[in-house]
């Protein structure tokens, strides 16, 4: 019987699946330990360990190579006046269309809970490229 060995673990099984593909895709069996437990009972994550990346030991060396050079792209914000972007639908630093306006809550939110006792939401939104990954504003 072929020994099972960790490489990585994560608090939430989404966080794996991406990575799971990548070493798929280069040859490599991998098997999540505990992620039906965490996905049932996702506040159990801690108390188990995370959901466990495993693969066979003669091939944790290449998938810990192959891990190893994937980049992880900075989740950076990169502010950009209104002239530079023009109104266009298209990312400014790889020109795909694959774009989104995201909006976060800001911590501000919290200050009129507190008060009140009602959730004035105070957002903060910015944009993001789903090709390269970059993430940016536009001051006004």
Request: aromatic share 12%; glycine share 4%.
């Amino acid at each position: 019987m072929e020994q099972l060995i960790t490489i990585r673990t994560f608090t939430y099984p989404h966080e794996i699946y991406v990575i799971r593909g990548k070493l798929e895709s280069e040859g490599i069996r991998t098997f999540l330990k505990d992620e039906m437990t965490v996905q049932v009972h996702n506040f159990y994550s801690n108390a188990v360990g995370g959901v466990k990346l495993q693969v066979f030991a003669e091939d944790a060396d290449k998938a810990l190579d192959i891990l190893d050079s994937v980049k992880e792209i900075p989740q950076e914000v990169i502010v950009l006046s209104k002239k530079e972007f023009e109104n266009s639908t298209s990312c400014p630093f790889c020109h795909s269309g694959n774009i989104s306006r995201m909006r976060k809550s800001n911590w501000l939110t919290l200050i009129p809970y507190l008060i009140v006792g009602f959730i004035f939401p105070v957002y903060r939104s910015f944009y993001i490229c789903f090709e390269c990954g970059k993430r940016w504003k536009i001051k006004k």
